[in-house]
């Protein structure tokens, strides 16, 4: 597995558009990382910088001890596996077996280790049932998990999943959750760009927040959540039982288990009252 380094990156499209400034932070592999933020901060423009579809104005970004503006899409596709955030820009091929087969041929993986790394992905994303059908005649939610079966496909150490959750119900949010919990564990490392800002609670153990360009906040859930001065200038919210706890005058907390503990602890502190 390999790490991740953006050192005082900046970018400006070719329009004049300042999208990135001084941007520096790392990670390490087997980290699962959210990039929040209102529209416009910059998330995607960076998530394209980590594997070269974007290249720094200023700054560099290094995956392992690969420059990103020394090497090809191509050469970093075997490192940074990209879902793009609609699946109509990624999906080109007749069925969806095809398109998951497409990656790990291209990247030269011997037949058998590609076949199963196909059927793999498949089961994964729950998609083996449509394994022939054209991409397209499936239903929007389905065809995004079909880009996400196809980068899993690729059997990279790095993943970038832009939105990922769009349209999905609760068992598609699920699903793609419980990906991300076992790239994890298996030690590879996801960075998820979400609005969805309970999934990323959920999924993510690092929150790295970007407004105007910059990086805001960069730390654990905790540590993030208690900053919603900050994160109100991104228009982003707190996860709904964090905002529920606020309410209730409890201590912080997004997962049910947490909440629960808080109300027995303030029911048993005004027993003893």
């Given amino acids: 597995m390999i790490p991740l380094h953006v050192e005082q990156v900046a970018y400006t499209y070719p329009n004049g558009v300042v999208a990135l400034q001084n941007i520096s932070f790392s990670i390490a592999p ?7 933020g209102q529209n416009g901060a910059g998330k995607t423009t960076l998530a394209r910088q980590l594997n070269g579809l974007l290249q720094p104005t200023q700054g ?3 995956i392992g001890d690969l420059d990103t503006r020394q090497h090809t899409v191509a050469k970093l596709a075997a490192q940074v596996g990209y879902v793009f955030q609609h699946p109509e820009h990624q999906i080109f091929k007749r069925t969806v077996r095809d398109e998951l087969a497409f990656g790990p041929r291209n990247l030269g993986y011997p037949a ?10 498949l089961r994964l994303t729950e998609l083996t049932e449509f394994a022939e ?5 499936l239903l929007p939610a389905l065809r995004k ?11 990279t150490p790095i993943l970038v999943l832009d939105e990922p959750t769009t349209g999905q119900d609760a068992r598609g949010i699920q699903v793609i959750g419980a ?4 790239l994890r564990a298996a030690g590879r490392t996801v960075i998820t760009i979400s609005h969805d800002i309970d999934f990323c609670a959920d999924h993510c153990h690092r929150l790295i927040v970007l407004g105007g360009g910059r990086v805001l906040l960069d730390g654990p859930a905790e ?3 208690g900053r919603p001065e900050v994160l109100e200038q991104t228009a982003v919210e707190l996860p709904q039982l964090a905002r529920l706890t ?11 288990e947490a909440l629960l503990d808080a109300l027995e602890a303030r029911q048993h502190q005004q027993g003893q009252q």
Avoid: C, K, Y
């Avoid at 059908?133 to 005649?137: M, Q, S, V």
């Avoid at 990906?179 to 076992?182: A, K, Q």
């Fill in 145 to 155: 998990r079909v880009t996400l079966a196809s980068v899993l496909a690729m059997d």
């Fill in 133 to 137: 059908d054209h991409p397209h005649d």
């Fill in 112 to 121: 058998d280790r590609a076949t199963a790394l196909v059927t793999q992905a």
């Fill in 246 to 256: 606020a309410r209730l005058g409890l201590p912080l907390a997004w997962q049910p």
């Fill in 179 to 182: 990906i991300i919990d076992n």
């Fill in 223 to 225: 540590e993030v959540f």
């Fill in 60 to 62: 560099r970004v290094l």
């Fill in 30 to 36: 087997g980290e699962s990382i959210a990039l929040i």
